[in-house]
């Protein structure tokens, strides 16, 4: 049997090895059961998904690849874009509060799509500010400033 992908075979033979190599020192630390974990216990899971994966890869590495082999492209105005994204709302959640970085979030990541429509993305950013509210100020009580600081009489 020939490797027909390598870069599958490869990167599955790196995902069994560590995947393995988690399943064998995970025993070192009490790994219980699904009722009642032990320190041992998620290493040892993790460990078997990433190896369970890697034998995946692994087999796929050896089949024919159908068609040609293009990959995905890559393009570096999402990325960058996405990226500051997640850094403008970590810095900007302070001054701005959740609500104006979540929606300020949601836009600027937007842009990295070909297919941004303005509307859409305002009213995504909307939806996931409620989420957000809903979810981490209302439900698990976050301190997290949720106004601008400025209507929060804070300067």
Known sequence: MAIRRPKDFYTGA???????GAM???PEYQIGTA???GPGYFPFVLGAFLAGLGIILGIRGFR???GPQGGP???LKPLVLVLSSVVAFSLLLRPLGL?????????????G????????ALLNGLALVLIVWVVFVY???????VWPASLAGRS
Do not use: W
């Not at 790196?14 to 393995?20: C, D, E, K």
């Open 14 to 20: 790196i995902f069994l090895f560590f995947g393995g």
């Open 24 to 26: 064998a020192l995970a």
């Open 35 to 37: 009722a009642k974990m």
């Open 64 to 66: 024919d690849p159908r």
């Open 73 to 75: 492209s890559f393009g």
């Open 99 to 111: 609500l104006g970085s979540t929606v300020l979030l949601v836009l600027l990541s937007s842009l």
């Open 113 to 120: 799509s070909h297919e941004f429509r303005p509307k859409e």
């Open 139 to 145: 439900f698990l009580e976050f301190q997290v400033p």
